[in-house]
């Protein structure tokens, strides 16, 4: 109950100081086909919508994933993550030198499946942004996490990174997050998901930089949704579009 409190009073503040517009914002849209998923069809196509921003005391981020499944419809899933920075709260820099900035982020995950007992999770914690000259962001969240359908809480560990580099004329992105979730927030097994993109920027060729990417995913499942054994390894084909 404490940690729904606390993320209801994040959230609050989040949409009471969200009204101005924010000093920075970055969205896009991501469309895939991979053809090695576990647990259900083989082949799936998805739709990913993806957005950051800044607000008053700090910043938010949002996906929506739209998976178009072969037995048992469309499938919804979202993540939300609300986050009050020190950087923005205090107007200070942090007197630590490897780090950019110190946050409190809450988050809410969710989906549409299973259809008798629809997905939910809610999760609080700190998280670290480091100094990474040679990268756009490399930020680490060390989170609570507790199902609506697990009656235990547990730990969500979570390395998020993006960074643009050339090489010779080509320019690439290279961004992706690691989740770990010990057994006792999954319910049953410890899990770990990583996701890693790898894209190149076919807008450069024309003067029109970060308008058009397109790579592969590489998506790795270790004891997929906690059950034992089960491991996903799906490369995908992959286009994004920033608007």
């Not at 390395?159 to 690439?172: A, D, E, R």
């Amino acid at each position: 109950m404490m940690k729904l409190t606390a993320f209801g009073l994040l959230f609050l503040v989040f949409t009471q100081a969200s009204a101005e517009p924010p000093s920075w914002r970055s969205s896009n849209i991501q469309f895939l086909h991979g053809n090695q998923y576990e647990l259900g069809p083989k082949t799936r196509e998805s739709i990913t919508l993806e957005h950051a921003s800044s607000w008053r005391y700090g910043e938010s981020y949002f996906f929506s994933n739209i998976f178009n499944r072969r037995d048992v419809g469309t499938e919804f899933y979202a993540e939300f993550y609300p986050r009050l920075t020190w950087k923005s709260v205090t107007k200070q820099n942090l007197p630590v030198a490897m780090l950019d900035d110190l946050s409190i982020v809450a988050g809410i995950n969710t989906g549409n499946l299973p259809r008798n007992d629809p997905f939910t999770a809610y999760l609080l914690g700190l998280g670290l942004k480091f100094k990474a000259p040679a990268m756009d962001y490399l930020k680490l969240d060390v989170m609570t996490f507790k199902s609506e359908n697990v009656k235990t809480t547990g730990i969500q560990v979570s390395p998020i990174w993006g960074m643009k580099f050339n090489l010779g004329k080509h320019l690439f992105l290279f961004k992706g997050f690691l989740d770990w979730q010990s057994a006792k927030a999954t319910g049953q097994k410890a899990t770990l998901l990583t996701q890693p993109q790898l894209l190149l920027d076919i807008g450069h060729y024309w003067q029109h930089d970060n308008q058009l990417y397109a790579g592969v995913e590489y998506s790795y499942w270790y004891n997929k949704l906690g059950l034992d054994g089960v491991i996903e390894r799906v490369p995908q084909a992959m286009i994004l579009i920033p608007f």
